[in-house]
Nanobody
Framework: QVPLVESGGGLVEAGGSLRLSCAAS????????MAWFRQAPGKERELVAA????????FLTDSVKGRFTISRDNDKNMVILQMNSLKPEDTAVYYC????????????????WGQGTQVTVSS
């Protein structure tokens, strides 16, 4: 069983919005840091946003501050990445990840991953 399942990717024009959802298969993920990473062709996977288990602490990479927000609903075992004012440079495969470490930045430390969802922003 895939532990994390992303949805909500697609093609959007620059300036548009998308809402990515990550559904966790088990309630234990309510106690995990949940994160969104992205990887563009030829580039390393980078942390976009992360939220701790309570939802009180969040991280956003500088390039998305003011445009993206991350939130979670532990009752629904779900994490949301709301992406507004999208830019062509946001184009990438977006991955949901989970780990027990607090707001871990290094993708290599995450134990659980989704299959990824493509986000394409046209200029």
């Amino acid at each position: 069983q895939v532990p994390l399942v992303e949805s909500g990717g697609g093609l959007v024009e620059a300036g548009g919005s998308l809402r990515l959802s990550c559904a966790a298969s088990e309630r234990t993920f309510s106690f995990y840091t949940m994160a969104w990473f992205r990887q563009a062709p030829g580039k390393e996977r980078e942390l976009v946003a992360a939220v701790d288990w309570s939802g009180d602490s969040t991280f956003l990479t500088d390039s998305v501050k003011g445009r993206f927000t991350i939130s979670r609903d532990n009752d629904k075992n779900m994490v949301i990445l709301q992406m507004n004012s999208l830019k062509p440079e946001d184009t990438a495969v977006y991955y949901c990840a989970a780990d027990t470490a607090f707001l871990l930045h290094d993708w290599r430390g995450y134990d659980f991953w989704g299959q990824g969802t493509q986000v394409t922003v046209s200029s």
